[in-house]
């Protein structure tokens, strides 16, 4: 039969026409089927579980929202918190949803000079402070100069912190006083002194100290009971920790140590307090210089 036979023509087109229509029947069995929601909503919600698992038990962001914790910390700060170093407790999933219990799995207490984030008793905010107390030693401040059984801290002058005046550091004037001046360089900044505190671990940390101040500055001698640690901010005069009753906002005396709900490693980034949720070139442009990557470690003996 030649090629132009007409019965071998149709029967060439019948052959070539097979593969279309099966193509064309999954098309229409992919049209059928949609989109596979609940396939799509177990995706997200296994995802989302991961991700708070992730904050739960190894390490989460935290935000900075006051100034107690200057000059190490200024508000605005993002940093990393881990939550391993001192196992794991009540505080450590997300949101705090375990009812509060004593003890640890796989505890440790935290060393001397270790920045934690901590949940008052109490309550369920977290607060972020500096742990200057462990269990057993006997604590004791005098017109703002803090002992650790019996020893005075060492404390020495450093020179005054100049940190530049954004929204989220206004810096304004004070019962000490005003404290904003212009650098050299004609911008405005925050003049704050410094001394610089070494525990006797020999870890060593700057603190602000404006002056003395009847509510913070003198506590009596109290012993630190087991398990619990006493925690202080850097800023000496604006902090609320264990040097403040509960009912002001504050820790309300030395803190169970299962009430640590990590450890504060370093800072990720920054913000002056300019951005804005609708204006994505705020959110490059509100940045601070020189945050990023700052640890949050004190220094040891011997390193300035």
């Known amino acids: 039969?030649?090629?132009?036979?007409?019965?071998?023509?149709?029967?060439?087109?019948?052959?070539?026409?097979e593969p279309e229509k099966a193509d064309a029947a999954d098309k229409q069995a992919v049209a059928r089927k949609g989109t596979d929601w609940w396939g799509e909503v177990k995706a997200i919600f296994w995802l989302v579980l991961a991700v708070l698992a992730f904050h739960s038990f190894v390490a989460k962001p935290f935000y900075i929202p006051s100034e107690s914790m200057m000059p190490v910390l200024l508000k605005g700060d993002r940093l990393v918190v881990s939550k391993y170093p001192y196992g794991w407790s009540w505080v450590s999933p997300s949101f705090h949803i375990m009812p509060a219990t004593?003890?640890?799995?796989?505890?440790?207490?935290?060393?001397?000079?270790?920045?934690?984030?901590?949940?008052?008793?109490?309550?369920?905010?977290d607060y972020i402070k500096r742990v200057v107390g462990?269990?057993?030693?006997?604590?004791?401040?005098?017109?703002g100069e803090l002992s650790i059984n019996g020893i005075p801290v060492k404390r020495e002058e450093r020179p005054a912190a100049l940190l530049p005046i954004d929204d989220n550091l206004p810096c304004f004037p004070d019962e000490f006083g005003e404290h904003r001046v212009t650098g050299r360089d004609g911008n405005r900044y925050c003049r704050l002194p410094v001394f610089r505190?070494?525990?006797p671990n020999g870890r060593?940390?700057?603190?602000?100290?404006?002056?003395?101040?009847?509510?913070?500055?003198?506590?009596?001698?109290?012993?630190?009971?087991?398990n619990h640690v006493f925690l202080m901010g850097d800023n000496r005069d604006k902090s609320a920790d264990s040097r403040v009753a509960l009912e002001r906002e504050g820790l309300g005396g030395p803190v169970p140590y299962e009430n640590i709900?990590?450890?504060?490693?370093?800072?990720?980034f920054s913000l002056d307090g300019t951005s804005q949720y609708l204006n994505?070139?705020?959110?490059?442009?509100?940045?601070?210089?020189?945050?990023?990557?700052?640890s949050l470690h004190p220094?040891?003996?011997g390193e300035r």
Do not use: C
């Not at 207490?109 to 984030?117: A, C, F």
């Not at 057993?136 to 005098?142: A, N, Q, R, T, Y």
């Not at 100290?209 to 630190?224: C, L, T, W």
């Open 1 to 17: 039969m030649s090629a132009s036979d007409p019965i071998s023509a149709h029967a060439d087109q019948t052959e070539a026409s």
């Open 102 to 125: 004593q003890g640890r799995l796989l505890g440790s207490l935290p060393e001397r000079g270790d920045i934690v984030i901590v949940t008052p008793p109490g309550k369920s905010a």
């Open 134 to 143: 462990l269990p057993g030693d006997e604590l004791e401040m005098i017109n």
């Open 197 to 199: 505190e070494t525990l």
């Open 204 to 226: 060593s940390y700057d603190t602000i100290d404006m002056g003395y101040n009847s509510e913070v500055d003198d506590f009596a001698k109290m012993k630190i009971p087991d």
């Open 261 to 268: 709900g990590g450890r504060a490693e370093f800072v990720t």
């Open 280 to 294: 994505p070139v705020s959110w490059v442009t509100a940045l601070r210089g020189g945050r990023a990557g700052s």
């Open 299 to 301: 220094s040891e003996a």
